[in-house]
């Protein structure tokens, strides 16, 4: 696509510029363009969701396969049922334990709902978003929002205003800065339209949390060969420029060894570590060994390294169990 003169943005941190931000996406949303939005998962970028013009703006702008489908944004219950055929009960309790927040259901989608944002499905995922930004501007279009994350497609999601800038600066108008996401990964995606609901795409808001509120969930991707019915399902995703590992190690000597083994420099790896911390290797990062903390951290890390030049990026092995699923599977589709 053309490249666009110098991207604008807009910061939100008094309540005048937040005002002012907010009138300025929603002038460009209704005139059918995209903006890039935080999000307390990560930066969106958003469009009319009911204009199918607009809506192929963001698979334009981010180099989205058409198949790869799209989860609408909207800010009340009203909003909600007016994208879906039937708002169902187990709907109605999921919402009213989690919404806003950082998940997404799936749903027999309502007409006003265009074939380009399902990728010509029958279903559509719908968000109640958390963040203060996002939801005033909804309010303020009084449309829905499509909002796939704010970046080329297949790189790492956007977490702040300047990875978007990086990523998509000459191809969108305008970027507002809500500071750093608080989630740090994407929502968590649950079809309600087979029985037992299943969990599409894994996130912060993990499957015991879920069964807590509607019992039995499965859990798992759309068979090969059928239409998505969810973003995050493509095998490679949420990749960095640099080769991504996952290893585990006991010593310095032991990820030495394994490196050596692959034909790895370690002058050009990077380490991300939450508990095995490496002493003698020059570019090491550490998170705290905390689920949360590490989701939040994660991306800005991934791009950190890309930045600073890496050719390989290892990861130390997350551990087992419910709060370290959704980051797992990213890492694993980051390094496919």
């Known amino acids: 696509m053309a490249a666009r003169s110098r991207v604008e943005v807009l910061s939100t941190h008094t309540p005048d510029l937040f005002g002012k931000a907010v009138a300025r996406a929603a002038e460009l949303l209704r005139a059918g ?51 879906v055929k039937q708002f169902s009960d187990t709907a109605t309790r999921l919402a009213k334990a989690f919404w806003p927040g950082p998940l997404s259901l799936v749903l027999n989608r309502s007409d006003i709902i265009p074939d380009l944002v399902t990728a010509g499905g029958g279903t559509v ?46 191809r969108i108008p305008l970027i507002i800065d809500g500071g750093q996401s608080q989630v740090g990964i994407e929502s968590t995606v649950l079809d309600l339209t087979v029985n037992p609901p299943r969990i599409l795409r894994p996130g912060m808001i993990h499957q015991e949390s879920l069964e807590s509120v509607i019992g039995e969930t499965g859990s798992g991707g759309d068979a090969a060969g059928t239409l ?47 508990t095995n911390i490496p002493a003698s290797f020059e570019h090491v990062s550490v998170i705290p060994h905390d689920s949360e903390a590490f989701a939040r951290a994660l991306y800005a890390e991934l791009h950190r390294c890309d930045e600073t030049g ?4 290892v990861v130390e092995a997350v551990p087992h169990g419910p709060e370290w699923q ?11």
């Open 125 to 170: 995922g719908i968000r109640w978003p958390s963040h203060p930004f996002i939801q005033q501007l909804i309010r303020a279009c009084d449309f829905p929002l499509a909002a796939p994350s704010a970046n080329r497609s297949n790189e790492v999601s956007p977490t702040n205003a300047d990875h978007v800038r990086k990523s998509l600066g000459d």
């Open 310 to 313: 890496a050719e390989l990026i």
């Open 33 to 83: 363009e995209v903006v890039a939005v935080p999000t307390e998962t990560v930066y969106g970028l958003a469009a009319n969701a009911l204009d199918p013009a607009a809506v192929a703006r963001i698979y334009e702008a981010k180099g989205r396969p058409a198949h790869n489908p799209l989860i609408v944004h909207v800010a009340d219950l009203t909003m909600a049922r007016r994208c």
């Open 326 to 336: 959704a980051i797992a599977d990213r890492l694993q589709r980051a390094s496919s």
């Open 228 to 274: 998505l019915k969810s973003p995050g399902q493509l095998q490679k995703h949420y990749s960095p420029k640099a080769r991504l590992r996952i290893l585990s190690w006991k010593d310095d000597a032991d990820l030495r060894s394994q490196l050596t083994k692959e034909g790895c420099t370690v002058a050009n790896t990077h380490v991300i570590a939450h």
